[in-house]
């Protein structure tokens, strides 16, 4: 059986009570408007603001000390990788060099 006809009991029961009508007690006949309620731009806002605000009391933000370790972390492996790829280029530029000379001889 597809779990589109499967309902849990709190789903059956939500299901029934949703078909007898609504909760103002008007019968829109087994169906729900698709319809939003219109909210003002000013009030989307303020709710969008609440909403914000909500979420960043949530947020935890590193102290000092971990903010100076994780970017003294960042100086160390970029200047690391910087060397390793400027290695890794002359390397390539003189292999290359050797190879046109080589070529320019023979």
């Known amino acids: 059986m597809s779990r589109a ?26 169906e729900r408007s698709s319809r939003l309620p219109s909210v003002s731009f000013g009030g989307r806002l303020g709710e969008f603001y609440h909403n914000v605000k909500l979420e960043m009391r949530k947020t935890t933000w590193p102290t000092r000390n971990e903010v100076w370790s994780t970017t003294l972390v960042v100086i160390i492996a970029v200047v690391f990788f910087g060397f390793y790829l400027w290695g890794v280029d002359m390397l390539v530029t003189l292999g290359f060099d050797y190879l046109q000379t080589w070529m320019s001889k023979g």
């Open 5 to 30: 006809t499967e309902f849990s009991d709190e789903e059956e029961k939500a299901l029934a009570s949703g078909a007898r009508g609504d909760k103002d007690g008007t019968d829109d006949g087994g």
